[in-house]
């Protein structure tokens, strides 16, 4: 009941959130199937996305039809234990993850304008 009167009501939600959520800490093992019942509880889903390569196992990305249901997952989900390992469930926003690979992107760039003038390496990395 509180939800419905949260929705109805002219709610103002913090800028961060949104219908994306970036989820860490999951079992490597687990499935789809899994992701859909734990995460469905809280509203439709349009979309799972289960990082497989060696650098995204144990994340995923779960997009969800409302806002609301969203942070609902949010609020409900985060620390929840799944196969011993605690969720950590955040809003994803593209702005921080963005910025990584930007400064990657600079530092690939540093690092062959080193090599090609002949400039050794820092060491404090």
Do not use: W
Not at 3 to 31: D, H, M, W
Not at 51 to 60: F, N, P, V
Not at 73 to 78: G, K, R, W
């Amino acid at each position: 009941m509180a939800a419905i009167s949260l929705r109805k009501g002219n709610t103002r939600l913090p800028p961060e959130v949104n219908r994306v959520l970036y989820v860490r800490n999951l079992p490597f093992n687990i499935s789809s199937e899994e992701m859909y019942d734990i995460f469905g509880k809280y509203g439709a889903i349009r979309q799972i996305r289960i990082g497989t390569s060696k650098e995204t196992r144990g994340t995923a990305f779960v997009v969800y039809e409302d806002i609301y249901d969203a942070k609902t997952a949010v609020d409900h989900l985060s620390g929840f234990n799944v196969a011993n390992r605690y969720l950590i469930v955040l809003y994803y926003q593209q702005s921080k993850i963005s910025k990584k690979v930007d400064l990657k992107k600079k530092e690939d760039e540093l690092a062959r304008m080193q090599e090609k003038y002949g400039i050794p390496a820092s060491k404090d990395k």
